[in-house]
């Protein structure tokens, strides 16, 4: 079975500007969670998507949205980019039912300049 | 609120038992994890024991739980250098394991020849 897989692996953005990242889920997984690492505030959640709708959120500011779509790929996206905001960001998959565990992407580099 | 708390660094000697410890504060956690990360790499599922057990042996890895004082460790047996990397404690939240999960900041693990 395929893993995670996300897209793009790298990117540079300018401060400003808006960015969307990719994630495709293991075959059958229907929850799809976002996170952020960074060096200073380390794994952070920022969402969780399952069935289309979001069903867990962290405290990020409102910038930072995801959707999910009916083949349970995801996407998030970040608007309005800060300095800040450089992070690897990833995804991880769940089947969504009890038993489940999270399996995590690659993920995807960010720099803002 | 919920938090992971483990030691930054572990240095060990190669073909030595590493044992890697984590507290947590939320009490209704059922699903706790151990993730590895390599430089520039997602995070690696290593394993995770549900909160009704003590106890969970795959191969060199051994979790161990001791749930009134919020307390897991992680053992590798005869560890080589290719465990080098960083080891991640994490709890979940919610009420199944595609809930939040809250990480710990990571323990550095160096293997010494």
């Known amino acids: 079975k395929a893993g995670v897989t996300q897209t793009p692996r790298y990117l540079i953005k300018t401060r400003g500007q808006q960015v969307t990242l990719s994630c495709s889920p293991i075959?059958?997984?229907?929850?799809v969670s976002w996170y952020q690492q960074t060096p200073g505030q380390g794994l952070q959640f920022l969402f969780e998507?399952?069935?289309?709708?979001?069903?867990n959120k962290g405290n990020f500011p409102g910038r930072f949205s995801g959707r999910q779509f009916s083949n349970s790929r995801s996407e998030m996206n970040v608007s309005t980019l800060e300095l800040g905001d450089s992070a690897l960001y990833l995804c991880?998959?769940?089947?969504?039912?009890?038993?489940?565990?999270?399996?995590f992407g690659p993920g995807t580099r960010l720099l803002v300049l | 609120g919920e938090d992971v708390e483990q030691s930054l660094f572990l240095s060990v000697r190669e073909g030595d038992s590493s044992v890697i410890n984590c507290t947590y504060t939320?009490?209704?956690?059922?699903?706790l994890y151990w993730y590895k990360q390599e430089p520039g790499a997602g995070l690696q599922l290593l394993t995770y024991?549900?909160?009704?057990?003590d106890m969970k042996q795959d191969q060199r890895l051994t979790v161990l739980l001791n749930k009134k004082d919020k307390h897991l460790s992680l053992r590798i047996a005869d560890t080589q250098t290719g465990d080098s990397a960083i080891y991640f404690c994490?709890?979940?939240?919610?009420?199944?394991?595609?809930?939040?999960?809250?990480f710990g900041s990571g323990t550095r693990l160096s293997i010494r020849p």
């Open positions: 991880a998959s769940s089947q969504g039912q009890l038993e489940g565990t999270q399996y």
């Open positions: 075959s059958g997984h229907r929850s």
């Open positions: 998507y399952f069935s289309e709708t979001q069903r």
């Open positions: 939320d009490s209704s956690s059922t699903y």
């Open positions: 024991i549900f909160s009704n057990m």
């Open positions: 994490a709890v979940n939240t919610g009420y199944s394991s595609a809930s939040k999960i809250i």
